[in-house]
């Protein structure tokens, strides 16, 4: 009867690839959310339009603003969380600070015609398609 041992070398690799797995993660990190792109964004295409809705709970609208350009839109600003002066903090959960996004769409945006409406902590973009891009009919003569 053979015994086999196991290749140190695939032992060490393993605890390599272990380490390297857990520093890429924010688990060594002070925060216990994760760090995915703020603000989250989901796009929605509506006939030839796309609707844009960002999530941005606590966010002034007076700290907003909205810039766009051919086929994106950027979305910055800045959040706010106040503490009373005499507080301890025992954990903190809510990110605040600057933060900038942009976004790229799959079509060309008519910027005159975007509107923007923020309710509840909740931007609906109204994208328009520019009429340049949309598809056109061609007749056959």
Do not use: C, H
């Given at each position: 009867m053979s015994?086999g041992?196991?290749?140190?070398?695939?032992?060490?690799?393993?605890?390599?690839?272990?380490?390297?797995a857990t520093l890429?993660s924010?688990?060594?990190q002070?925060?216990?959310?994760?760090?995915?792109p703020?603000p989250?964004i989901n796009?929605?295409?509506?006939?030839?339009?796309l609707l844009?809705?960002?999530?941005?709970?606590g966010?002034s609208?007076?700290?907003l603003?909205?810039?766009?350009?051919?086929?994106?839109?950027?979305?910055?600003?800045?959040?706010a969380?106040?503490?009373?002066e005499?507080?301890s903090?025992h954990?903190?959960?809510r990110?605040s600070?600057?933060?900038d996004?942009?976004?790229?769409?799959p079509v060309q945006?008519e910027?005159d015609g975007i509107k923007a409406?923020?309710?509840?902590?909740?931007?609906?973009?109204f994208l328009?398609?520019?009429?340049?891009?949309?598809p056109?009919t061609i007749k056959?003569?």
């Open positions: 015994m041992f196991a290749d140190p070398f695939d032992t060490l690799l393993d605890l390599q690839r272990s380490l390297e890429a924010d688990w060594l002070d925060l216990t959310t994760s760090r995915g703020f989250p796009v929605f295409q509506q006939g030839d339009d844009a809705i960002i999530e941005l709970p966010v609208k007076s700290d603003q909205i810039q766009a350009k051919e086929n994106s839109i950027r979305i910055f600003g800045r959040k969380v106040d503490y009373p005499e507080s903090l954990r903190r959960e990110v600070g600057e933060f996004r942009t976004l790229s769409v945006i910027p409406e923020y309710r509840d902590g909740i931007l609906a973009v328009p398609r520019a009429e340049s891009d949309k056109r056959i003569t």
